[in-house]
């Protein structure tokens, strides 16, 4: 660049043409309208990033809910296996149950019984009866629902059933 | 380093680099007015944007970019201007401030130039700013940048040398 010297210091002699002094003032007025409107720009963005904070941390809080939940269930399982496994070892055959603390106590919360489907068998005679029933086959779907209040946790029992009514039929 | 959204003083700020920011857009764009448009953009959208003032690659690329946008909007009006001037006298508007008839001479070498070579030698000499910085507002590498501008300056000596 030494070669250069020389031409690279005439060049900064020469003095780049002036701004109009109008672009002074046009400057000054629009940074006064982004002053005056609270600069848009960052307006925009601020409620934006409130907002991602505020699902963040929903989000988080839930997480850790559901992590909680999680782990003592686990727990609960650890202990109840331990138990048993512990029970198997120790007592062949406990006669009554150890009193579980309230931590682990489940009470019923509902269950629902759900027809999925039903089929009318026509009219039978059963045994040794002398008057026909009408025979109805259901297809159910049993749930049973148990909470721990201590610590929120659910438990939740499915499964499909199958049941048999008998409808005595009168004749007329 | 201090940030320019909360340069109150932006006068100062902008006296410094408005002369080297309206020549670097009039690289692209002939009319000063068009150029001051462009620069007064520019300044504002950065400022608006809260960008640190020693980041000068990003003020010089954000000019490039609104200087492009400029002529791509405006070609039609830029091809009227190109016929116009090819038929008549180019009546060119001054980029520099000439005391004789060396610096005007050496005014119009630097027209002369490749339009790359060009914007590195502005964005070089009248706008200090670094090869690093240069390449970043152009988009290009350090070592291009440093070869267009050595292109420029060998250009520049051949043009001047007395036949």
């Known amino acids: 660049m030494n070669d250069f010297s020389e031409l690279e210091k005439e060049l900064r002699k020469l003095r780049p043409s002036q701004p109009s002094p109008v672009l002074f003032e046009r400057v000054g007025e629009a940074l006064e309208n982004c002053r005056a409107g609270a600069s848009p720009a960052r307006q925009a963005r601020l409620p934006y990033n409130w907002w991602s904070l505020g699902f963040g941390l929903a989000a988080a809080a839930v997480l850790i809910l559901f992590g909680t939940v999680t782990i003592e269930r686990r727990h609960e399982a650890q202990q109840t296996v331990?138990?048993?496994?512990?029970?198997?070892?120790?007592?062949?055959?406990p006669l009554r149950r150890e009193p579980s603390d309230s931590r682990s106590k489940f009470i019923p919360a509902g269950g629902t019984n759900v027809v999925y489907n039903a089929r009318d068998e026509g009219l039978h005679f059963g045994d040794g009866s002398e008057r026909p029933v009408r025979r109805v086959r259901y297809h159910t779907q049993q749930t049973w629902r148990w909470r721990n209040p201590e610590t929120g946790a659910s438990l939740r029992v499915s499964y499909p059933s199958e049941e048999i009514v008998l409808i005595p039929v009168s004749g007329q | 380093m201090e940030p320019i959204a909360s340069h109150e003083n932006w006068r100062n700020c902008f006296s410094e680099v408005a002369p080297g920011l309206l020549l670097f857009v009039r690289q692209w764009v002939q009319s000063a007015a068009d150029a001051e448009d462009i620069v007064q953009d520019a300044f504002v959208k950065f400022w608006r944007r809260n960008h640190d003032i020693s980041n000068r690659g990003l003020l010089y690329a954000a000019v490039r970019s609104l200087a492009l946008?400029?002529?791509?909007?405006?070609?039609?009006?830029?091809?009227?201007?190109?016929?116009?001037?090819?038929?008549?006298e180019p009546v060119i508007e001054r980029q520099f401030e000439v005391d004789d008839d060396t610096q005007s001479a050496l005014a119009a070498a630097v027209r002369s130039l490749p339009c790359d070579q060009r914007e590195v030698l502005v964005l070089k000499i009248w706008n200090d700013l670094t090869f690093s910085e240069i390449a970043g507002a152009l988009g290009i590498s350090q070592n291009t940048a440093a070869s267009r501008y050595r292109y420029a300056l060998t250009n520049l000596r051949k043009t001047l040398q007395p036949q």
């Open chain 2, 69 to 88: 946008d400029f002529i791509r909007r405006d070609a039609r009006r830029a091809r009227r201007e190109a016929t116009a001037l090819a038929e008549a």
């Open chain 1, 82 to 93: 331990a138990q048993t496994s512990a029970a198997t070892e120790t007592r062949p055959a």
